[in-house]
């Protein structure tokens, strides 16, 4: 907060009018979301069990799950879940040319985490988002998520922080110090990224609490700083 002091009307209705980059804060999103997702890709699969029909040669892709590229010769974190047990991995990258496909391959993964580091098979640079500091969250941060809910490509949601030392056991698997948002993810939002408001990359979405299967209010992303260690 500012603090302020002195008599005068004059003095207090300028300290208490809001600078120019709180104001476009309030009113949009737009250049944030701007900045990031160029960056934001979407990830489909041949799953297991999911094969092309006899007789056709093209495989059947599924939409998965979302990534973000950390790095312009295409190095993408996601969630180790969204690509687990899938083959023939292909990211879809959104720019000024329109939407274009590449094949994708894994690099490394961490069940512990449940981060994945995937990598697109391009040959030319691609745009990449900046990473941020997980450590500098802090509980009431505005952040917004980016991810391909349902299919619906870099669809954005926004949110605040409420914990970012959340502990979350997923089919007996417990992870610990996720980041705990009310910033919606649905399926095909896993592996997109949780972003502050400074526009830096502080997470990669990856669950929800849901007695019902939807979201239900409660998300969990893992520290970007965890991919770091």
């Not at 004059?10 to 804060?25: D, Q, R």
């Amino acid at each position: 907060g500012r603090f302020f002091g002195g008599q005068g009307e004059s003095e207090l209705t300028a300290l208490t009018t809001p600078s120019a980059p709180a104001t476009a804060l309030q009113n949009s999103y737009h250049n944030l979301i701007e900045s990031v997702r160029p960056a934001v890709i979407s990830i489909d699969a041949v799953v297991q069990d999911q094969v092309a029909n006899p007789g056709d040669p093209v495989a059947n892709y599924a939409r998965i799950g979302s990534g973000v590229i950390i790095d312009p010769r295409g190095y993408v974190l996601s969630s180790l879940h969204v690509v687990d047990g899938a083959s023939s991995l292909k990211a879809t990258v959104f720019g000024s040319a329109g939407a274009l496909e590449y094949p994708i391959k894994v690099v490394k993964g961490d069940r512990n985490t449940d981060l994945v580091l995937l990598r697109i098979l391009a040959d030319v640079p691609l745009p990449y988002a900046s990473l941020g500091d997980s450590n500098a969250v802090r509980t009431g941060d505005v952040v917004l998520s980016i991810g391909s809910p349902f299919g619906f490509e870099q669809s954005v949601t926004s949110g605040i922080v409420s914990s970012r030392n959340r502990t979350l056991n997923v089919g007996g698997v417990i992870y610990e110090n996720l980041i705990q948002t009310d910033s919606s993810i649905n399926k095909g939002s896993s592996g997109g990224p949780l972003v502050s408001s400074k526009g830096g990359v502080i997470g990669i979405n990856t669950a929800i609490y849901s007695p019902t299967g939807a979201y239900a209010g409660i998300s969990f992303a893992v520290p970007i700083n965890r991919s770091l260690d």
